[in-house]
């Protein structure tokens, strides 16, 4: 009778005890990507697992750079760098943009300026007016381009400096009145010394009718040395 009940206690005691957990493989691995733990970078300094590495690219700047291994801080440095490279080339070219703008727009020596200041005495010349016509419809433009449609025309120009020092300033353009059209070529020179450009001559040609010389220095300077000549004895 003894032996016949042992199995039941047995029994009875098996269901009563608590049952003996055992999480899954999938539980297992869950828990141990989310727990926030440090491993050794073998380059030096600690990654947490909880964050991605820092690269090149992926860096944001919100990790400290003490908390950063060799590595990282290499790539951190090599961004900054890098940016750093990129704001200079644009402030460089910046500056180069202010500078064209200056000397070739806006300062009174720039190219635009001795156009418009010649075109300015050619509509205020009546020799020019005569030939060419009413100045209000005097127009003036630059070199013809492969472009038909371009509206801008280069004015054609050469700088060069002589044996002396002297700078040449050599350009011509293109008018065209109501009447006639002509072509107006100047020329400018800067002397060693000087800040300014000066003109050496200012003419417009016509077809079929003789240059107009609107400036002309060796003609003012003959007239002045006429001048202080009198009874052939020179005064100066």
Request: net charge positive; charged share 25%.
């Amino acid at each position: 009778m003894a032996m016949k009940s042992l199995p039941r206690i047995l029994a009875h005691r098996t269901c009563v005890e608590p049952r003996c957990y055992r999480p899954s493989l999938k539980q297992c691995l869950q828990t141990t990507v989310s727990r926030d733990y440090a491993t050794q970078n073998p380059f030096g300094g600690q990654v947490s697992s909880s964050r991605k590495q820092v690269t090149v690219t992926s860096d944001d700047g919100k990790v400290d750079w003490r908390d950063l291994s060799v590595r990282e801080k290499a790539a951190r440095t090599t961004q900054q760098t890098f940016n750093f490279g990129v704001i200079l080339i644009g402030f460089l070219m910046t500056g180069g943009v202010i500078y064209y703008l200056y000397t070739g727009v806006f300062s009174s020596e720039s190219k635009v300026a001795h156009f418009n200041r010649a075109v300015d005495k050619v509509r205020a010349d009546p020799r020019a007016t005569d030939i060419l016509g009413n100045k209000g419809k005097i127009r003036a433009f630059g070199e013809p381009t492969s472009n038909k449609w371009a509206r801008a025309r280069p004015i054609a120009s050469t700088l060069r400096k002589d044996g002396t020092g002297t700078e040449h300033w050599l350009m011509h353009f293109y008018v065209e009145g109501s009447s006639r059209s002509g072509v107006v070529n100047v020329h400018l020179i800067k002397r060693p010394g000087q800040t300014e450009f000066e003109y050496k001559y200012l003419a417009l040609d016509v077809k079929g009718h003789e240059r107009i010389y609107l400036e002309n220095a060796d003609v003012v300077q003959k007239a002045k040395q006429s001048s202080l000549r009198t009874f052939g004895v020179n005064w100066r």
